[in-house]
C-alpha cells in the first residue's frame, strides 16, 4: 500500500471524485501490508494522507500436465 502526503486536510472521497483533486507535497510512503489486514486511520493520518494500493509480485500457480489426454498415451 502506497501513501501519499496531501499539501493540507482534504476530503479525498473517491466517490465525488475529489479524490484526484487533492493537492500532494511529493511525498510517499510505501507500507507492506500482510494479506487479509486490516489498517484503521484516524485524526490527521485519515485528512492529510491518501492511500493507493499498489499490486506486487502475482504468485503463479504450478500447472501440473498429468498425461493420458487423449491420444492413447
Known sequence: MRFHELAAPHDGSVRS???MQAPRTGRKVDVWLPSGSLLVL?????????????GGRKKEK?????GGRGGGE
Not at 46 to 53: A, F, G, S, T
Open 17 to 19: 471524485f475529489k479524490a
Open 42 to 54: 484516524k485524526a490527521d493520518a485519515r485528512y492529510m494522507w491518501q492511500h493507493e494500493i499498489v
Open 62 to 66: 504450478e500447472r501440473r500436465e498429468w
